[in-house]
């Protein structure tokens, strides 16, 4: 099955329900060139200082990799709440969650001579497999152009419908996403891919936001990559995908839990999570009805 490509002007909606059916799709030119660049830009100093520091069998040995991306690239911001992806995340994630959350975000520069890195699912961080539940969902943003020379990410279409992750799919049957800088490839967390081997001479910059069910512990830990200084410089919806915020309740039934937290969110900042669901609509239904 081939990767589709759709239009920046597509609905949310369309590209939700080919993330669905096809396990991954890649929107081009979601965000302009310039904003990449931006990205690139700031995430550059720590790629220099510390990208290698994470070589490794699964992260291969010339692949610079940086998880700290809202501490020193306030632009990724951007891309990370970007409300195509978010209305992607509501249609997948939520009727499994009452909110998500920020799983983990990697910035990936693939060196030229970097191999192929070993294709995989997101999903198997966790030891369970539900049919029909996806418990993650992936946002690769190209921030330099991905091509099948320089590793643009390699993605089996189709390969989410492989139920338990020790089914493995033909893994020969994978494509690079070929795409200009500022598109985006989303795949479901069962769905089976990997970086590219960079046959080119220039680095392939990217930053791959995942994000999870909120009742799930992120792959990351976002309160020391993020810490409450840190994150209070964000808007309410970042932080909230951050994990300051409780799940599935309004504060007016976790108030009390948060200590002191200047990032903080109250109330659910995003409509769909406000949606009627759980003890939050349970508290909300009450005081409608003039309760308590
Ligand atoms: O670099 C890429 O294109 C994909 C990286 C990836 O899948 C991972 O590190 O989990």
């Known amino acids: 099955m081939p990767l589709t490509y759709l239009a920046s002007s597509t609905d949310a909606q369309t590209v939700a329900n080919v993330l669905r059916r096809e396990g991954a799709v890649a929107v081009t030119g979601l965000v302009a060139p310039e904003l990449a660049d931006r990205i690139a830009a700031e995430l550059r100093p720590q790629l220099d200082a510390n990208g290698l520091k994470s070589r490794g069998i699964f992260n291969n040995n010339l692949t610079n990799r940086y998880d700290g991306a809202l501490q020193t690239a306030p632009s990724s911001a951007e891309l990370i709440d970007h409300e195509m992806v978010l209305d992607v995340l509501d249609d997948i994630l939520l009727p499994f969650a009452s909110t998500y959350r920020i799983s983990s975000l990697s910035a990936i520069e693939i060196m030229p001579g970097e191999q192929h890195q070993a294709l995989h699912r997101d999903d198997t961080v966790y030891p369970i497999d539900i049919a029909g ?3 993650t969902v992936g946002a690769m943003w190209a921030l330099s152009d991905f091509t099948e020379e320089n590793g643009g990410t ?4 189709g390969s989410h419908r492989n139920l338990r992750s020790w089914h493995l799919p033909s893994l020969d049957s ?3 996403a070929v795409m200009p800088k500022g598109s985006v490839i989303f795949y479901l967390g069962s769905t ?5 081997a960079n046959r080119s001479n220039a680095p392939r910059m990217g930053l791959v936001n995942t994000y999870c069910l909120g009742w799930l512990r992120p792959e990351s830990n976002m309160y020391l990559k993020v810490p409450p200084q840190v994150a209070a410089r964000y808007s309410l919806q970042i932080r909230a995908l951050l994990g300051y915020m409780p799940h599935g309740a309004t504060d007016d039934l976790c108030g009390g ?5 200047e990032a903080w969110v109250e109330t659910p900042p995003r409509a769909s999570w406000r949606a009627e669901r759980g003890q939050a609509a349970t508290v ?4 409608s009805q003039g309760a308590g």
């Open 133 to 135: 539940m996806e418990l």
């Open 154 to 157: 390699r993605v089996i279409p």
């Open 174 to 176: 994978w494509e690079n």
């Open 192 to 196: 089976w891919h990997g970086g590219g």
């Open 257 to 261: 839990f948060r200590g002191e937290c």
């Open 284 to 287: 909300e239904h009450a005081k």
